[in-house]
């Protein structure tokens, strides 16, 4: 093997380390973050709330608390992409819903292609906001009746919720540091070349 080959198998092989971390500490506030995120949701839901309120327990939660707090320094997981990506896609959602309510494959299928295209253009790309559209079409009848309110509860508040919760418990440490950076609700914008 020539050097370039076995410099680039090293490289292969610290990334591969590096995202399967077996550091306890690493693992320790990644449960503590998540656990605490969608317990507090899922308090909120069952102590707080009579069953004919919102739902605030959605799927794409856990799919979120995954990047948020497992993989922080994902681009994916930065507090812009988190909130943007699933507002963006909880309006389309609930746009698409309302404007095509007959038909849930073309209504499901519209809502997480448009979802993304959004994402991407507004630089708020967050995979977990597919779900969220998708819910708004999928979900129970009580989600599909909330209308444009599932936007604001449970989405918006929801996210807040686990936003703050990685906010403490992703800088509790030294070696955790989120969000990657700073001024996170703004665009970097590119150098030319």
Not at 26 to 53: C, K, M, R, V
Not at 56 to 62: D, H, Q, T, V
Request: aromatic content about 8%.
């Amino acid at each position: 093997m020539g050097k370039k080959t076995k410099r680039h198998l090293r490289r292969v092989r610290y990334v591969l380390y590096k995202e399967t971390l077996l550091d306890f500490r690493e693992h320790l506030w990644t449960f503590l973050g998540a656990f605490t995120g969608i317990g507090l949701i899922g308090l909120l839901q069952s102590n707080f709330l009579s069953p004919t309120d919102n739902l605030f327990l959605i799927g794409s939660f856990g799919a979120s608390s995954v990047l948020i707090y497992g993989i922080i320094n994902s681009p994916l997981a930065q507090p812009r992409n988190l909130v943007g990506g699933h507002l963006i896609c909880a309006l389309v959602g609930v746009t698409i819903h309302k404007l095509i309510p007959g038909e849930l494959w073309l209504a499901a299928a519209l809502s997480v292609a448009l979802s993304i295209v959004l994402m991407q253009i507004t630089k708020t790309l967050h995979p977990p906001g597919g779900a969220t559209a998708l819910i708004a079409n999928i979900g129970s009848e009580k989600i599909k009746a909330m209308g444009y309110l599932y936007v604001l509860s449970p989405v918006l508040t929801g996210v807040l919720i686990l936003l703050m919760v990685a906010l403490i418990f992703n800088n509790v440490t030294s070696h955790r540091k989120y969000p990657q950076h700073r001024i996170w609700h703004t665009t970097r914008r590119r150098r030319a070349h």
